[in-house]
């Protein structure tokens, strides 16, 4: 999963200065079940009305039959609020890895 191989190197991205922060279309409640069982220790969106996905383009079509789950994606916001980079699910091939190519990233921009 994504988010546990963003979790493991969670100490890697503070010394960059970097702040990870997951969202889903899940409730609150929902979101802090699931950062426990996981040990996330970063914050979550809740976006149940999937408006940020919709800006993000991570919400899927109507007719799509995970409508429900947002496409998993992964966005670099630079310090100045602009999106440096995007990793979408078909370039996201080893969600155990994805923390080292952010990493790489993010120390390319430094």
Do not use: C
Not at 28 to 34: D, G, H, N
């Amino acid at each position: 999963m994504q988010g546990q191989g963003l979790r493991d190197r969670v100490s890697e991205f503070s010394e960059l200065g970097a702040t990870i922060v997951g969202a889903s279309f899940d409730t609150v409640e929902e979101q802090k079940r699931f950062a426990d069982e996981q040990g996330f220790s970063f914050a979550l969106i809740s976006d149940p009305d999937r408006k940020i996905g919709e800006l993000y383009g991570t919400a899927r079509a109507a007719d799509d039959p995970a409508v429900g789950f947002p496409k998993r994606t992964s966005f670099l916001i630079s310090p100045d609020g602009l999106i440096a980079a995007i990793w979408d699910q078909d370039s996201i091939t080893d969600f155990q890895t994805h923390g080292d190519e952010v990493l790489s990233e993010i120390r390319s921009h430094s």
